[in-house]
């Protein structure tokens, strides 16, 4: 039996369907693999306004518009930092504008990316607010307090809201910035102004709106949608689809919220751990979607308060600013199933680039070690494929005399494999085994903002890109068939040219795959070619195979 040409067509199978199911996701549908979400309880989503219920079950709060709906326009607030312009609401002291400063935009490179904003179109909004009675929520009137509103040279930047008495209760909330981080401190202090005593519940809320962000990408697909993390239940996503008729509520007791796309996320982080809280997931009228927790604050006496501290978080999944925020908060630099693999490559990766101080020639340096590395396993696959390589002849000999009876065919090509001791299977095992590896290093360098904006030398800006005169797509394809030319004709015609097709085919994808990776296959294609050439030489296999 020809083990090897079941295991191309396998390989080859799975490729076009993974390749499908890619092509599907960035499309917008659903993919070919659902996975099962989280088990989460389910509530009737709420209608015609973006104030979330109690905990408790009490009253809603006040009859509050949707997003952008207020009868009279907000006055914003601009504040400004060393990483970012933003611009806050006077309705509720939301923010709803954030712009990196150390980010360009993809569409126009003149600008840089804004992340939050609030306009005809686009929405995408960080609100918070009390419910449990009448009191102050996102669209309750807020006064600006005296204060600056640019850091300048400052290490911190504190500006502060407070609202009027609503209900009872007043609310002042502060932002505070400090230098170097996008992770914004928000401290609110609630007091009962009343003269019975009241328990009110503190919401926090990412809004916005259905658009993917990604939707321009081909041939791979990255997570959008909502996320929670509880030390309980761990990470969990979610795409805005999946609560778009129903919403989601999970209980716990830590943990955070947040909205992910491909290297930026917004996250509300309750610090420290406060004891129980509900986090939901809901849709808003307008096509837009609510990712929030809510938090159960104590019982207030007249003339009594109560204070509540957490991060926001509002920029780019840098690994130097996610760990250490919150537990598990690294998991929005989604790698998936191969994050076990992935967090270890890109620890790597990165003390090369503290090295060599350009992120291409850390990629190259990071695909050396991993050849490396794995130089006892490749080396066996390629000795095995020479080994197939020298007995090919005789294979196509065997094949000719018995192309009448296959049974006899197949019992000749087990003993020449016997007799020559060669294992069919000894040049695809080795390569089965480094698959996860590869997958994760593929993660790494998609999933890294790291590599956003970064150039490598001449033509490449930006490894996170496609290659715009698609140099490396072309040089890559190219080593692809020279590997191929390396590796021993199949004496299966139909396999002969499957072997040449599958080259071609995986060169579309490349095409429009960030530079970043495409230089990496290069890198390790060129070293294959390499350590494939030493061994057949070495072995006195002639050097090229011919096409059939």
Not at 27 to 40: A, C, Y
Not at 296 to 318: C, D, I, R, T, Y
């Amino acid at each position: 039996m020809d083990f090897r040409r079941s295991i191309l067509w396998v390989i080859f199978t799975v490729s076009v369907i993974f390749l499908y199911n890619s092509w599907l996701r960035s499309h917008g549908e659903g993919g070919l693999f659902g996975g099962s979400q989280p088990t989460v309880a389910s509530a009737p989503a709420a209608a015609g306004s973006g104030v979330p219920s109690s905990l408790a079950g009490s009253a809603q709060g006040p009859a509050a518009a949707p997003v952008g709906a207020a009868s009279t326009p907000a006055t914003l607030t601009q504040v400004r930092t060393d990483l970012l312009d933003l611009k806050f609401s006077d309705r509720g002291g939301s923010l709803v504008y954030a712009r990196l400063l150390k980010y360009r935009s993809r569409a126009d490179t003149s600008k840089n990316v804004v992340l939050f904003d609030d306009v005809p179109g686009h929405t995408y909004v960080a609100q918070s607010g009390l419910v449990g009675g009448d009191f102050p929520n996102h669209e309750t009137p807020m006064t600006l307090l005296p204060g600056p509103l640019d850091m300048g040279d400052a290490k911190t930047l504190t500006v502060s809201f407070r609202s009027a008495v609503v209900g009872g209760l007043q609310l002042t909330r502060s932002y505070t910035f400090r230098r170097g981080s996008y992770a914004i401190e928000v401290h609110d202090t609630v007091v009962n102004k009343g003269s019975t005593e009241l328990q009110p519940q503190l919401y926090m809320q990412l809004v916005r709106d259905g658009d993917d962000p990604n939707k321009g990408t081909h041939f791979y697909h990255t997570f959008y949608g909502g996320a929670v993390y509880d030390s309980s239940s761990k990470f969990q996503k979610f795409e805005f689809k999946d609560f778009k008729d129903q919403a989601k509520t999970i209980h716990a007791d830590n943990g955070w919220a947040a909205i992910v796309q491909q290297y930026f996320a917004a996250a509300w982080l309750p610090q420290p751990v406060q004891g129980a809280r509900e986090f939901y997931l809901r849709k808003l009228p307008g096509d837009l979607y609510a990712v929030g927790v809510m938090l159960h604050l104590p019982k207030l006496a007249p003339g009594a308060q109560v204070e509540s501290s957490q991060h926001l978080f509002v920029g780019p999944e840098l690994q130097r600013q996610v760990e250490g925020l919150a537990p598990g908060f690294e998991l929005v630099r989604d790698y998936g199933w191969v994050t076990i693999i992935a967090k270890p490559l890109f620890w790597v990766l990165e003390q090369i680039h503290r090295v060599l101080g350009n992120w291409g020639w850390s990629i190259i340096g990071l695909t050396i070690l991993l050849k490396l590395a794995f130089f006892p396993l490749t080396a066996a696959s390629y000795r095995s494929m020479a080994r197939m390589k020298a007995v090919a002849p005789r294979l196509n000999a065997l094949r000719e005399r018995n192309k009448d009876d296959p049974q006899a065919m197949n019992a000749a090509m087990v003993e020449l494999y016997r007799k020559e001791k060669i294992n069919p299977l000894g040049g695809c095992l080795p390569v089965v085994i480094q698959i996860p590896v590869f997958i994760a290093l593929y993660w790494v360098l998609l999933s890294s903002v790291e590599l956003r904006g970064a150039p490598w030398l001449g033509w490449i800006h930006d490894l996170s890109a496609k290659d715009p005169f698609y140099v490396l797509p072309l040089v890559m394809t190219a080593t692809s068939f020279l590997q191929v030319k390396l590796n021993p004709t199949p004496p299966d015609p139909m396999q002969a040219r499957l072997m040449w097709i599958m080259p071609l085919a995986f060169s579309v994808m490349f095409f429009f795959f960030p530079a970043g990776l495409v230089l990496y296959w290069l890198t390790n294609n060129i070293f294959s070619i390499a350590q494939q050439w030493f061994i057949n030489r070495k072995m006195g296999v002639p050097e090229f195979s011919s096409a059939k």
